[in-house]
């Protein structure tokens, strides 16, 4: 990162994300669609918080691109079980960890880019879902869904503070930030052009285990 010109500036544009893995073939595109507008709506709800989002035909100080590079799948079947034991363990009031097999995975790559086209900041990022904290999705690409917000979560910070956001205490979400996730509308007209966020009904969604398709409904144009 070059932090003077990234802390200067005060609006960002985003590309919309896309695939570059070898593997997409693997995954229905209607997913991937999923798996990458989940990026950029978190993405524009996170760097709204310091930045103005400017329209695809608006200038900007800072063009945001994010590319995914690798989606492990997640294994169905192994999915389902871990749904069906963790419903059983809330009845029986026992937390039950994730079925440590067929676990999922996101890789994405991401640049910022200045007025002038050259690169500000960029991003290598990687990670795998867990038995604790990652909520199990019978879907191929629910972990890679599920680990998308917190990519978006992880780039905005680094942009918002300019400094490297795994040394940073994390803060309590702003209010804007907690509407969008609910389902409410974005803090600026741009962010619109990726939809609503599946808010309650995805999280209910997500204790029972259903595909993110379910819920979300992806970019605006989609549910038109």
Same mark, same amino acid.
């Given at each position: ?7 200067? /500036? ?28 989940? %990026?950029?709506?978190?993405? =524009? ?7 103005? %989002? ?14 995914? #590079? ?9 999915? $389902?079980? &871990?749904?069906?034991?963790?419903? *059983?363990?809330?009845?029986? !009031? %026992? ?5 440590? %097999? ?6 994405? @790559?991401?640049? /910022?880019?200045? /007025? ?5 900041? $960029?991003?290598?990022? +990687? ?9 199990? +999705?019978? &879907? ?8 998308? +917000?917190?990519? *978006?979560?992880?780039? &905005? ?10 040394? @940073?205490?994390?803060?309590?979400? +702003?209010? !804007?930030?907690?509407?969008? &996730?609910?389902? *409410?509308?974005?803090?600026? @007209?741009? =962010? ?22 379910? #819920?979300?409904?992806? /970019?605006?144009?989609? !549910? !038109?």
């Amino acid at each position: 990162m070059d932090p003077a010109p990234v802390l200067a /500036a005060r609006t960002v544009r985003i590309v919309p994300t896309t695939v570059r893995t070898g593997g997409d073939g693997a995954f229905a595109p209607k997913d991937l669609a999923l798996v990458t507008n989940a %990026i950029d709506r978190a993405l =524009c709800t996170g760097l709204s918080d310091r930045f103005r %989002i400017a329209a695809p035909n608006e200038p900007a100080d800072l063009v945001v691109h994010a590319a995914v #590079t690798d989606i492990v799948a997640t294994n169905r079947a192994a999915a $389902a079980t &871990s749904t069906v034991a963790s419903l *059983g363990g809330l009845v029986a !009031q %026992i937390p039950m960890p994730r079925l440590p %097999i067929g676990l999922g995975g996101l890789a994405v @790559e991401a640049e /910022a880019v200045g /007025a002038d086209g050259s690169q500000k900041a $960029a991003m290598l990022w +990687s990670r795998g879902a867990n038995m604790l904290t990652t909520k199990a +999705s019978v &879907s191929t690409v629910g972990d890679a869904y599920s680990l998308s +917000s917190a990519f *978006g979560a992880d780039l &905005s910070r680094t942009l918002i503070g300019g400094k490297d956001p795994f040394k @940073e205490t994390m803060l309590m979400p +702003s209010m !804007q930030k907690i509407k969008a &996730s609910l389902g *409410g509308a974005p803090k600026y @007209e741009a =962010c619109k052009a990726f939809g609503s966020a599946p808010g309650i009904r995805g999280a209910i969604a997500g204790q029972l285990g259903l595909p993110p398709d379910w #819920t979300d409904k992806g /970019a605006a144009a989609s !549910q !038109q």
